[in-house]
């Protein structure tokens, strides 16, 4: 399923072990992924207090708040396959406004409001996202478990990695779409200098939270409206999913680019570059000598000599692109120095300035700060 998913379907004869003998946290872990509510780390992400928190870190309103405000939103929050999680994606439409498309990510939001990401969507765009959303939340015959004459099922299923979605559609009520023509009030002699007063459909929420190994119809509407979502965002445009497992990973980059995105964008695919060649080296393949030269300005030796020193043996990872105008870009990052275990001991904070040649984003300078002692925290 678009390498959102990795499950292995296995026929067990019998289990060598009953649910009823294992320890109480284990009871409670199985239950949670025999309701399909667990994330890679069997965090439940269907309870209500957990979804609480996922709204918390990314600084988005319940839908009861949304449906109060006679807000209308389609909105999906990512967690990988790994238990992180990743992005929100939200279409939004408020009274008197146009519609909106919103890309969040875990972070704390005084301090970074004002790298919102955000951008106005046309009216077939917007009608996309509704129309798509008819059946999200139904659930389909292959999501049932199926029995045999003991009560149990004869197919058990392993699900490796899967990614999990929670997603919203909020109503607000509208107009009821099958209103007669006529004016005055309803039931009472047809006055034409008086307002037409209409019947209403209620507002209402539908919501799913749901796995990639359910199979279900939630997971598909969540990456329709991050695809969506990208063909939205311009300031988007220059990030490759060559370089991103899904799209809601590509979202949440673009969300944390800087300055010029578009700029940000370009310096991002070559910085990725970067560091799949020096993971060919880690990785104990031959050396990506003549390659990585090409990644740097002028005299690409001498200056890929200079990395090689500052990262004296450590493991590099940019992680923030800032676009300082058409033809200069900074990557921004850090270098963790490990020790023969392999357990980062130490870190240092590291800059590569970037400069447009040739049409395209190189290496120019590297800067590295002191070495401090690593904090997990």
């Known amino acids: 399923m678009k390498g959102r998913r990795a499950s292995i379907l296995l026929a067990i004869a019998a289990l060598g072990a009953t649910i009823s003998a294992a320890p109480a946290h284990a009871q409670q872990v199985h239950d949670v992924f025999a309701r399909g509510c667990g994330d890679d780390d069997g965090v439940d992400r269907c309870d209500d207090d957990v979804q609480a928190r996922m709204r918390a870190q990314y600084g988005i309103a319940a839908a009861t708040d949304l449906l109060d405000a006679d807000v209308t939103a389609r909105r999906a929050m990512f967690v990988d396959g790994y238990g992180h999680d990743i992005a929100a994606v939200v279409f939004r439409r408020e009274p008197g406004r146009m519609p909106l498309v919103e890309v969040f990510i ?35 015959a292959r999501e049932v478990p199926t029995a045999n004459g003991a009560g149990e099922s004869g ?8 990614w999990f979605v929670v997603v919203d559609a909020v109503d607000a009520p509208r107009v009821s779409p099958t209103i007669m023509a006529g004016t005055g009030t309803i039931d009472e002699e047809r006055d034409p200098t008086l307002p037409v007063d209409p019947p209403m459909v209620e507002g209402a929420i539908r919501s799913d939270a749901e796995g990639a190994c359910a199979n279900g119809l939630a997971m598909d509407y969540a990456f329709a409206l991050a695809d969506i979502a990208h063909q939205s965002l311009p300031q988007c445009s220059t990030l490759s999913m060559d370089h991103f497992r899904t799209r809601a990973n590509l979202l949440a980059a673009c969300r944390r680019l800087k300055g010029d995105r578009l700029v940000a964008g370009e310096a991002q695919g070559e910085i990725a570059e970067l560091q ?47 676009g300082i105008d058409a033809d200069h870009a ?14 980062p001991v130490q870190v240092a904070d590291i800059k590569l300035a970037m400069l447009r040649q040739g049409g395209e984003f190189r290496i120019d300078t590297v800067a590295v700060t002191g070495r401090r002692a690593f904090d997990p925290e």
């Open 106 to 140: 875990p972070a704390p939001a005084e301090a970074d409001q004002p790298n919102i990401l955000r951008a106005m969507v046309d009216d077939a765009t917007w009608s996309e996202v509704l129309a798509r959303s008819a059946h999200f939340d139904q659930r389909l």
């Open 155 to 162: 197919l058990a299923s392993m699900c490796l990695h899967a």
């Open 276 to 322: 799949r060649l020096l993971r060919l080296e880690w990785g104990g393949q031959s050396s990506q000598e003549l390659q990585l030269q090409f990644l740097f300005v002028g005299y690409g030796d001498e200056r890929l000599k200079l990395l090689r020193k500052a990262l004296d043996g450590g493991y590099l990872t940019l992680t923030s692109f800032v």
């Open 330 to 343: 900074e990557a921004h990052g850090q270098i963790a120095y490990t020790d023969e275990d392999g357990l």
